[in-house]
Every structure is written in C-alpha cells, then in structure tokens.
C-alpha cells in the first residue's frame, strides 16, 4: 500500500485516509472489534425534529374563519350540528 497522497489533493484529507487505513489494519490484526459509535440529542433537539414534524400552517383558512366569525357568519347550524354529533360520538366512544 502506498502512503503518499496522490498529486492535487488535499494533504490533510489524504493523511486522515491514511492514519484510518492504519487503524483498521491494526484493528484487524489484533481482532478487536471496532468501537461502537453513538449519539445523544438534547431535549431542544428533539423538540426541534418534532417540530418539522408538524405540518405547514394554513395561514389563509385561519384567516378566512377568523373573518367570518368577526363577521358572525361562521357559526351556522349546520356546523353545530357536525361538531354536536363528533362530541356525541367522542362521548360513546368513552364509556
């Protein structure tokens, strides 16, 4: 095997090859099972990938119902009556 970095490239990404070729040969001479990498995520992390997670925002719905309940359109009986039969529901689902 030869230890010279090829011409062009860069000296310290061929000397990092070079030292983990030389690891793992001497690894694989004494037999030694290769150290386990891990990782811990803070909380914050955690909280940030559930956060992606999360689909997009309707910003134009929100802001179609908030106009139509300033104007008081918003609440019709049909749609009381569709949330009335989801809590009955929700409720016999329960019991």
Do not use: W
């Not at 908030?66 to 809590?87: C, H, N, V, W």
């Amino acid at each position: 095997m030869n230890d010279i970095p090829p011409i062009g490239q860069s000296s310290q990404a061929a000397l990092a090859r070079i030292a983990a070729r030389r690891a793992a040969a001497a690894q694989e001479a004494s037999g030694a099972a290769p150290p386990a990498d891990s990782v811990e995520l803070s909380q914050t992390a955690q909280l940030l990938a559930k956060l992606a997670e999360l689909p997009d925002v309707r910003q134009d719905l929100i802001d179609r119902i908030r106009a139509e309940i300033a104007a008081g359109t918003y609440e019709t009986s049909e749609k009381l009556d569709a949330a009335l039969e989801a809590l009955i529901e929700d409720l016999e689902d329960t019991e």
